[in-house]
């Protein structure tokens, strides 16, 4: 079975600064998917980035990028010079690839300051 | 090109009716699955379909099912409405089964009174 852990119920952090969002997921798989999703109000999952599990390279895209640990299983995601549209919740989740099941954690919510 | 689509976006019923919600996937998108958010269970899977079968299912009562289409579109259905079925029902579209990344749609929000 696999399980995502996000431990931070929510964050908050001032407009143009950084902020880190903390995940730790268990599998038996040897392959697998990881995912940062954001979930504004208007409720739509929009896909933020992700990461295959065989890459020992970080994803980024843009002003966020994953910090990947795949021997302590821990999948971060920095979001740097963070702006208001950036106010979400936050979902990590993994995917072990012989199916669509994504398995997600209870997200974080994120508050940007202006 | 379109994304997902959920009708109805809103939707209220009374315990022990039942319910049938829609969902048409990305053009060219032949998988679709359905996740239930709550606030105390947060997002949990419900099963997916890929050409017109049900390819996988998640923990959940005989109550909730759903089908595919020859065109992909999906729908799933919840009888017996319960309290506990009030939700946001999201589905996802991906290329195949198992193809990453999935796409939401903007979801369904089911009220039970």
């Known amino acids: 079975a696999q399980t995502v852990t996000q431990s931070q119920p929510e964050m908050s952090v001032q407009e143009a600064e950084t902020v880190t969002l903390s995940c730790t997921y268990d599998?038996?798989?040897?392959?697998?998917?990881l995912f940062w999703y954001k979930q504004p109000p208007s409720r739509q999952m929009i896909l933020v980035i992700r990461q295959e599990a065989y890459k020992q390279q970080n994803a980024t895209e843009n002003r966020f990028s994953v910090n990947f640990q795949k021997a302590a299983k821990s999948f971060s995601l920095k979001i740097s010079d963070s702006q208001l549209g950036d106010t979400a919740m936050y979902f990590c989740?993994?995917?072990?690839?012989?199916?669509?099941?994504?398995?997600f954690g209870k997200g974080i919510t994120l508050s940007v300051r202006p | 090109k379109a994304g997902v689509t959920q009708t109805p976006r809103y939707l209220i019923k009374t315990r022990g009716q039942q319910v049938t919600l829609s969902c048409s996937p990305i053009?060219?998108?032949?998988?679709v699955s359905w996740y239930q958010q709550t606030p105390g269970q947060g997002l949990q899977f419900l099963f997916e379909?890929?050409?017109?079968?049900?390819?996988n299912k998640g923990n959940f009562p005989g109550r909730f099912s759903g089908r595919q289409f020859s065109n992909s579109r999906s729908e799933m259905n919840v009888s017996t409405l319960e309290l506990g079925d009030s939700a946001l029902y999201l589905c996802a579209s991906s290329l195949y089964q198992g193809g990453q990344p999935q796409h939401f749609g903007d979801g369904t929000r089911l009220s039970i009174l």
């Open positions: 053009s060219g998108h032949r998988s």
């Open positions: 599998t038996s798989e040897s392959n697998y998917y």
């Open positions: 379909y890929f050409s017109e079968t049900q390819r």
């Open positions: 989740a993994l995917n072990t690839g012989a199916n669509s099941k994504l398995t």
